[in-house]
């Protein structure tokens, strides 16, 4: 699904929605930190509309004192009362927002309308980007033809539909109901019958069956790292031969970002964003009896997601 990305998504998840900045630029230059508390701020939060001015102060003291004024904060309060609200937790809360306000705003992000700001359409490329490596990645070793796919999480179909016209065998999932919908809308317009995905309402840890691959976008940033093992683990288990996932990549300087835009959440309640570690991925998949074999990072100016593919050891 779409991120909630970077911060955001492939999938109904979010992409994400990080800066990129030189790194001689980080932590010395008072400019380009302001810039970028400000972009962040505003793309984690409503990335409907962008009030840079909003937060433009913040960005005039060093990583220390933004790390002090973040300390001060608790933005998991907030994150309690979106999953009371909704009854549930992290999963409750992902649902309900992919199947309303979330839908739409995402619906449009991965389409093709022109009714996007700056900051939408930069993460429309950005996931895009993210689709093109992976089919690269998939494609790269040899034919797709009759090679069976799970596209865990598949948002609008923007990777289950380019995997069905290399003749791949698709099943495509998302815990949001109205992704799917669009998703089998789009693919009933693009492909023929005999090629088409199939498509099912499910959340990752309810998936089941047998693949030669996994695919996975942009849809752990939803889920904090002690529930991401065990999807990453449920996720390996499902594939025979690679898995192939995408996540917020979380480093001291993007967390405190992050952290900075939860002080802004802005006019619409978005999902909960989790960055998570290279090296905490890695080992949950390790434990599993998977390694790395491939690693990518895709990055525009507020999108950023790192793309790995595993094997089994």
Known sequence: MPISPSLLSSSSSVSQLLPRLPNSARFNAPASRSRAVTVVAASVTDLSSVDSTTIAVLGGGSVAALATIVSLTDPER?????????????????????????????????????????????????HAKTVEKTMLMLTEEGSLAGVTVCDAGCGTGLLSIP???????????????????????????????????????????????????????????????????????????????????????????????????????GPSKATRAYLHSEADVENALRKVGWRISKRGLITTQFYFSRLIEAVPM
């Open 78 to 126: 907030r994150r309690k009362l979106q999953a009371e609200e909704v009854g549930g937790g992290d999963k409750e809360v992902v649902r309900e927002y992919f199947n309303s306000t979330g839908f739409e705003r995402w619906r449009k992000i991965y389409g093709e309308t022109d009714e996007v700001n700056r900051v939408q359409k930069d993460i429309r490329i950005g």
């Open 163 to 265: 995997l069905a016209k290399e003749g791949a065998i698709v099943s495509a999932s998302d815990i949001s109901a109205a992704m799917v919908a669009e998703a089998e809308m789009k693919a009933k317009q693009q492909l023929s019958s005999e090629n088409l995905p199939r498509f099912e309402v499910n959340d990752l840890e309810s998936l089941s069956g047998k693949y030669n691959t996994v695919v996975c976008l942009d849809v752990l940033i939803h889920y904090p790292q002690n529930k991401a093992d065990g999807m990453i683990a449920h996720l390996a288990s499902l594939a025979e031969k690679r898995v192939i996932l995408s996540f917020a990549p979380k480093t001291f300087y993007y967390d405190i970002l992050k952290r900075i835009g939860e002080l802004f959440p």
